[in-house]
């Protein structure tokens, strides 16, 4: 059964950074592309970021480029989310997705202000 | 970017009764390997997305065949046969060629 758990998240002023890791068991994470996915307080689903398998190829949707950079380190079976330049906008639940589509965290809150 | 329209937003369905939410996207979802990777989720209050249908028409594993996909191109459709208690939520479709979800369809029981 795949089981994704997602930490890091938190209260952070603006202009702050946070990174966010998403551990991952049930699965062969090395054989898997994953992603993260946000949803602001009361609002739908955002695409934010994807990883290919073995880490050379990245997604990052037009709202968090050049700010949030995802990686992943396949010994650790982990998936990371590194967000600088943090803004009011930021704020929502960060799931982190994948080994297949049914794969999905719980999410981990982040709050952006001051 | 791809953009993908729901309709309705909302649905307020009697037990029993079948339901139907449209999903269109603003470009083909046929990709060139043959599939078309559109899905749809079901969100329930307070817990994360879960995946009802893949790549169109597939139901995921556990999923109730009351619940059915249909389309192509960029005209997708996910209908319950008979909506129970249990599925009241937000769908949402999604598409993974350039990914976005839809906006999200809330579905109550009257």
């Known amino acids: 059964e795949v089981q994704l758990v997602e930490s890091g998240g938190g209260l952070v002023q603006p202009g702050g950074s946070l990174r966010l890791s998403c551990s991952a068991s049930?699965?062969?994470?090395?054989?898997?592309?994953m992603h993260w996915v946000r949803q602001a307080p009361g609002k739908g689903l955002e695409y934010v970021s994807a990883?290919?398998?073995?880490?050379?190829?990245?997604y990052y949707a037009d709202s968090v480029k050049g700010r949030f950079t995802i990686s992943r380190d396949n010994s650790k079976n982990t998936l990371y989310l590194q967000m600088s330049s943090l803004r009011a906008e930021d704020t929502a639940v960060y799931y982190c997705?994948?080994?297949?589509?049914?794969?999905w965290g719980q999410g981990t809150l982040v709050t952006v202000s001051s | 970017d791809i953009v993908m329209t729901q309709t309705p937003l909302s649905l307020s369905v009697t037990p029993g009764q079948p339901a139907s939410i449209s999903c269109k996207s603003s470009?083909?979802?046929?990709?060139?390997?043959?599939?078309?990777?559109l899905y749809w989720y079901l969100q329930k209050p307070g817990q994360p997305p879960q995946l009802l249908i893949y790549?169109?028409?597939n139901r995921f594993s556990g999923v109730p065949d009351r619940f059915s996909g249909s389309g192509s191109g960029t005209d997708f459709t996910l209908k319950i046969s008979r909506v129970e208690a249990e599925d009241v939520g937000v769908y949402y479709c999604?598409?993974?060629?350039?990914?976005?979800f839809g906006q999200g369809t809330k579905v109550e029981i009257k």
């Open positions: 997705a994948g080994g297949g589509p049914g794969g």
């Open positions: 049930g699965f062969t994470f090395s054989s898997y592309a």
């Open positions: 990883i290919s398998s073995n880490g050379g190829s990245t």
């Open positions: 470009q083909s979802l046929l990709h060139s390997d043959g599939k078309t990777y």
């Open positions: 790549e169109v028409s």
């Open positions: 999604m598409q993974s060629i350039q990914p976005s």
